[in-house]
């Protein structure tokens, strides 16, 4: 059965990384693109990064451009957010989702297109 698990989430100072971890099983990521979203309270749950099942081609939100970076390792069925120069507005739960991915199609940011969705990961970031 599909399923996500996200790590790595945690408290840290402004200007800090983290990396986030999202492990998959049940399916291979060939087949499936793989978006990393994050809600913070009171807004609405927000596309950050995807990557894609087969060219894997990344997107990203422009507030994180520069600072976060998408990976994808097959093999290990892991995609990564490094997540760097983190500011205390990145303040979320952050989930990772994934969708099934037809060939010739591209990966997007939008909740609602993702089936299968991970139990999210706390991430603060805070003097």
């Known amino acids: 059965q599909l399923q996500l698990v996200e790590s790595g989430g945690g408290l840290v100072q402004p200007g800090g990384s983290l990396r986030l971890s999202c492990a998959a099983s049940?399916?291979?990521?060939?087949?499936?693109?793989i978006g990393w979203f994050r809600q913070a309270p009171g807004k609405e749950r927000e596309g950050v990064s995807c990557?894609?099942?087969?060219?894997?081609?990344?997107n990203y939100a422009d507030s994180v451009k520069g600072r976060l970076i998408i990976s994808r390792d097959n093999a290990k069925r892991t995609v990564y957010l490094q997540m760097n120069r983190l500011k205390p507005e990145d303040t979320a739960i952050y989930y990772c989702?994934?969708?099934?991915?037809?060939?010739?199609?591209?990966?997007?940011?939008?909740?609602?297109?993702?089936?299968?969705w991970g139990q999210g990961t706390q991430v603060t970031v805070s003097a």
């Open positions: 990557i894609s099942g087969s060219s894997g081609s990344t």
């Open positions: 989702a994934a969708k099934i991915h037809p060939p010739g199609s591209i990966a997007t940011m939008t909740p609602g297109d993702y089936t299968y």
């Open positions: 049940g399916f291979t990521l060939d087949y499936y693109a």
